[in-house]
């Protein structure tokens, strides 16, 4: 149909001297729909058939990166492409060829229609000749993980109550501001994790899974970024697979661990499963911390799922916040491996919001501070209509871990820690 329709009408190619940005477009728009790219980071061949002086709609998304390319269909030779939002406002422009590493890039500002101009050079040159035609490519670039680099690592924790954590290494890339591993081949592509090993404790368990990754090579380091000092590395020692396992009795309570995990000898990019525990007894396992108004008396409530040299928990007020005043203590149950559920409650409050935090004291005179959370006094006879998280979104507080916010009838909140 499009040549067609071209038949009717006898062109040789126009051009227009000058110019650098091409907007013109004898031939109008091919194809006649609107291009959605599928992001999946791989080339897309929007049309092989292009005229020159001609534009595609393409879909695009703000914050996503893309590449552009065309190039002649007949033997790959340059073509000039230039990238218009739907007004013909030029973006960006360019010769290319069919060198994928030879692409003009952008990364949207808007989401909508950009039009994609192909013409034989940057005189804007038009052409619907079959031995110019040109193909017009598209590839929406996977932007790097968060944690591409060791400043941008994501906090492990130690026995984190939902186990093992899947995390990917899609689109990351090599890291260049440390040396490089020891072992398992490393070839790029690698992910950053880190860990503070907590009071108490000098033993940690450092394991991964296989996901889309079946092989895989991690390492552990200790120091300052840029100058990381690797402490271990570690190639197929997990029970899973050929992943790896790192175990270590020497860390130093208080210092923050470095992890750094990727795909033996890259080329391969996917899930994969990583758990940081410890067979030490943490302190204070610390499951739930809330409060409440009952019968006109705040009705502090927090339970352990587990204490090792706990000795009391010190119970601390604040009307701002910022300022405590210590108002009562409750003992603690010194070891424990079982629930344990404990309450103060507190009746010369102020009208308002009342800020209420722990803090635990071991044996040893070591202590740590949970909270604070928040109780409104400010009116009386109110209930709860949904719970929050801190973004906002409903949630369901009995499968929930971590800040749950109360929101009442009367528009109050009030935050807990389950």
Request: with cysteine.
């Amino acid at each position: 149909m499009k040549n067609l329709l071209l038949t009717l009408i006898c062109v040789i190619g126009m051009i227009t001297i000058g110019k650098t940005q091409c907007t013109t477009a004898t031939y109008g728009q091919w194809p006649t729909t609107t291009y959605v790219p599928a992001l999946d980071d791989s080339w897309e061949y929007i049309t092989t058939a292009a005229y020159n002086g001609e534009y595609s709609v393409v879909s695009v998304i703000s914050g996503q990166h893309y590449q552009f390319l065309t190039y002649k269909s007949q033997n790959g030779s340059s073509r000039y492409l230039t990238i218009t939002d739907e007004f013909d406002t030029p973006i960006v422009w360019g010769t290319t060829t069919n060198a994928f590493a030879d692409t003009i890039g952008w990364t949207a500002t808007f989401t909508g229609n950009i039009k994609f101009f192909t013409h034989l050079d940057a005189t804007c040159g038009e052409s619907s000749t079959n031995n110019q035609k040109a193909t017009r490519a598209i590839r929406g670039v996977v932007p790097p993980p968060v944690n591409d680099d060791p400043i941008g690592a994501i906090e492990l924790f130690v026995n984190d109550v939902n186990g093992y954590l899947t995390f990917s290494n899609v689109a990351s890339t090599n890291t260049t501001t440390e040396t490089t591993p020891s072992c398992a081949a490393y070839n790029g592509e690698d992910v950053w994790f880190y860990v503070d090993v907590p009071a108490g404790v000098n033993v940690l368990d450092i394991d991964t899974q296989t996901g889309g990754i079946t092989d895989g090579g991690m390492t552990i380091y200790r120091g300052t970024i840029g100058s990381l000092v690797e402490i271990e590395c570690d190639d197929d020692d997990a029970l899973d697979g050929l992943m790896p396992w790192i175990y270590r009795e020497d860390f130093t309570p208080g210092e923050r661990i470095y992890i750094r995990v990727w795909e033996y000898g890259g080329g391969t990019t996917g899930t994969f499963n990583i758990w940081v525990s410890t067979p030490q007894s943490l302190p204070v396992e610390l499951i739930s911390f809330e409060g409440d108004v009952i019968n006109d008396i705040n009705v502090l409530k927090w339970a352990t799922a587990s204490e090792n040299n706990s000795d009391v928990f010190e119970v601390e007020w604040s009307v701002d916040g910022e300022y405590w005043r210590l108002i009562g203590d409750v003992k603690a149950s010194g070891n424990s491996v079982e629930l344990i559920d404990y309450h103060f409650t507190h009746e010369d409050y102020q009208k308002g919001f009342n800020y209420y935090r722990l803090v635990q004291i071991d044996y040893d005179g070591k202590s740590e501070i949970y909270g604070p959370i928040s109780i409104d006094n400010t009116v009386n006879n109110k209930h709860i209509v949904k719970y929050v998280n801190s973004m906002g979104q409903e949630i369901n507080p009995s499968n929930t871990i971590g800040l749950v916010i109360e929101v009442y009838s009367d528009g109050s909140t009030s935050k807990v820690i389950r």
